[in-house]
């Protein structure tokens, strides 16, 4: 049994640095892909970045290059992404999310089959 739980969002302001986690029990988590995705009001949920089983790929939207950072711990379980820059716009519920084995498109929310339940970012200028 999979169960991601995120932690560590908030209220920041623009321009402020914040890292949530997303811990990860079951025994699937370290052979298994990751990604982080989401949702601001009103729209759907968007992706964000994935990262492989190893750490030593990663994938980003365009919109958070060179400003966010996904890593990963598999002696911990456990997945971060470390944003910095942050601005209004990047205002959203954050989730993480376990990705399927052999899935090539990781930018897809098909790719993923297992889903935290969220934290709220809120970013104010």
């Known amino acids: 049994q999979v169960e991601l739980v995120e932690s560590g969002g908030g209220l920041v302001q623009a321009g402020d640095s914040l890292r949530i986690s997303c811990a990860a029990s079951?025994?699937?988590?370290?052979?298994?892909?990751m990604g982080w995705f989401r949702q601001a009001p009103g729209k759907g949920r968007m992706f964000v970045a994935a990262?492989?089983?190893?750490?030593?790929?990663?994938q980003y939207t365009d919109s958070v290059k060179g400003r966010f950072t996904i890593s990963r711990d598999n002696a911990k379980n456990t997945m971060y992404l470390q944003m910095n820059s942050l601005k209004p716009e990047d205002t959203a519920v954050y989730y993480c999310?376990?990705?399927?084995?052999?899935?090539?498109?990781?930018?897809?929310?098909?790719?993923?089959?297992?889903w935290g339940q969220g934290t709220q970012v809120t970013v104010s200028s």
């Open positions: 990262i492989s089983e190893s750490g030593g790929s990663t």
């Open positions: 079951g025994p699937t988590f370290t052979t298994s892909g």
């Open positions: 999310a376990q990705r399927r084995g052999h899935e090539y498109i990781w930018s897809a929310l098909s790719a993923y089959d297992h």
